[in-house]
């Protein structure tokens, strides 16, 4: 079963889509960059069960893609890799920027990549809205870019704290802030319409079996019935958001956002890693218990305690949540179990 074919994520879908308006986006084109992955895909399906849109994804593996969005003709597959030059062979009304790695354990033993992949990507793109003339990017950046918070305060959008420039894991957040700064330059002695998201820590169906992110991890162990090992006292807070309503979050800020700003892409309840880890340990009715992290583990962990975001700028365009952190964690468990057995 692929995952659009879930009752329970059209439901879930139709839902989100029907608490927003998505009209501006009906007859364009849009070329979605990292659009297998768990957050640009989503993207897709919520185009695809909301908008009369072209969707160009870009992506590396065309085998990948056709078992994803195969056979759906308003989906058309892209080769595309940040780390190369591309040609663009089509007109395009949006970009939705969302290609690079994204693993934490890819931070640390593929620093080069991750910030080529970040900065190299980004550029090209930029350089193709500027020699049209036309079009919007929409950046996906990352809630990281704020570095060691000072305070127990969400994040707002504009104030930022320390990241330690020596540690070899910071190569994922300087990319991001690099990318960022290339938008607003191009924006700034050009005049190329962008807009930058920030999301926290996404969670869902479309994530990857192979995405060592703790929410992504934990969800496809308690579909499959695994026991969930913490590898810290998960104290740490966290904005978790479902894949569903960062998708529109995103989508929002492409069709309202202000040229050159940054917007939070987050969930307004904030919960601990513990808590996430009981809820999915609930929803798949596994054990969850505690060991200890290897190096490797741990040279990986995120540094922030507490990445809470506010998201209310964003919510100014006209956003708001559909999911709760507990229903999104327990539909992505719910869902997961679904295609497990179908493929069983």
């Given at each position: 079963?692929?995952?659009?074919?879930?009752?329970?994520?059209?439901?879930?879908?139709?839902?989100?889509?029907?608490?927003t308006?998505?009209?501006?986006?009906?007859?364009?084109?849009?070329?979605?960059?990292?659009?297998?992955g768990?957050?640009c895909?989503?993207?897709?399906?919520?185009?695809?069960?909301?908008c009369?849109?072209?969707?160009?994804?870009?992506?590396?593996n065309?085998?990948?893609?056709?078992?994803?969005?195969?056979?759906?003709?308003?989906?058309?597959?892209?080769?595309?890799?940040?780390?190369?030059?591309?040609?663009?062979p089509?007109?395009?009304?949006?970009?939705?920027?969302?290609?690079?790695?994204?693993?934490?354990?890819?931070?640390?033993?593929?620093?080069?990549?991750?910030?080529?992949s970040?900065?190299?990507g980004?550029?090209v793109?930029?350089?193709?809205?500027?020699?049209?003339?036309?079009?919007?990017?929409?950046?996906?950046?990352?809630?990281e870019?704020?570095g060691?918070?000072?305070?127990e305060?969400?994040?707002v959008?504009?104030?930022?704290?320390?990241?330690d420039i020596?540690?070899?894991?910071?190569?994922?957040?300087?990319a991001?802030?690099?990318?960022?700064?290339m938008?607003?330059?191009?924006?700034?002695?050009?005049?190329?319409?962008?807009?930058?998201?920030?999301?926290?820590?996404i969670?869902?169906?479309?994530?990857?079996?192979?995405?060592?992110?703790?929410?992504?991890?934990?969800?496809?162990?308690?579909?499959?019935?695994?026991?969930?090992?913490?590898?810290?006292?998960?104290?740490?807070?966290?904005s978790?958001?479902?894949?569903?309503?960062?998708?529109?979050?995103?989508?929002?800020?492409?069709?309202?956002?202000?040229?050159?700003?940054?917007?939070n892409?987050?969930?307004?309840d904030?919960?601990?890693?513990?808590?996430?880890?009981?809820?999915?340990?609930?929803?798949?009715?596994?054990?969850?218990?505690?060991?200890?992290?290897?190096?490797?583990?741990?040279?990986?962990?995120?540094?922030?305690?507490?990445?809470?975001?506010?998201?209310?700028k964003?919510?100014?365009?006209?956003?708001?949540?559909?999911?709760?952190?507990?229903?999104?964690?327990?539909?992505?468990?719910?869902i997961?179990?679904?295609?497990?057995?179908?493929h069983?």
């Amino acid at each position: 079963m692929r995952l659009l074919e879930s009752k329970r994520y059209r439901d879930d879908l139709k839902k989100a889509i029907s608490n927003t308006d998505l009209s501006e986006l009906n007859n364009k084109s849009i070329f979605i960059t990292g659009g297998l992955g768990l957050i640009c895909s989503t993207i897709v399906d919520v185009l695809l069960v909301g908008c009369n849109t072209t969707i160009y994804v870009g992506a590396r593996n065309e085998q990948h893609f056709l078992e994803r969005f195969g056979g759906i003709d308003a989906v058309k597959y892209v080769h595309y890799d940040a780390l190369s030059d591309f040609v663009f062979p089509f007109n395009l009304d949006y970009i939705v920027h969302g290609a690079g790695l994204a693993s934490p354990d890819l931070y640390t033993s593929m620093p080069v990549e991750t910030l080529l992949s970040n900065l190299d990507g980004v550029h090209v793109l930029l350089k193709y809205l500027k020699d049209r003339n036309s079009g919007r990017l929409l950046y996906i950046s990352s809630s990281e870019v704020y570095g060691k918070k000072t305070t127990e305060k969400p994040f707002v959008e504009g104030i930022y704290g320390e990241v330690d420039i020596d540690s070899i894991r910071s190569s994922y957040v300087i990319a991001k802030r690099a990318a960022e700064m290339m938008c607003k330059a191009y924006s700034s002695e050009y005049d190329v319409d962008t807009v930058i998201v920030r999301p926290g820590h996404i969670y869902g169906p479309s994530a990857k079996r192979n995405d060592r992110r703790i929410s992504s991890d934990f969800a496809f162990k308690a579909a499959y019935g695994e026991k969930l090992e913490m590898k810290s006292s998960g104290l740490q807070k966290r904005s978790y958001c479902y894949s569903v309503d960062c998708a529109i979050q995103i989508l929002t800020a492409l069709m309202k956002g202000e040229k050159g700003q940054a917007y939070n892409v987050g969930h307004d309840d904030v919960v601990t890693i513990k808590e996430m880890a009981e809820i999915y340990a609930d929803a798949g009715s596994v054990a969850l218990t505690a060991t200890e992290p290897t190096k490797d583990e741990v040279r990986a962990f995120n540094p922030m305690r507490n990445s809470a975001l506010d998201n209310s700028k964003l919510k100014k365009l006209g956003y708001k949540d559909t999911f709760s952190v507990d229903e999104g964690l327990r539909h992505t468990v719910e869902i997961l179990k679904e295609i497990a057995w179908d493929h069983d």
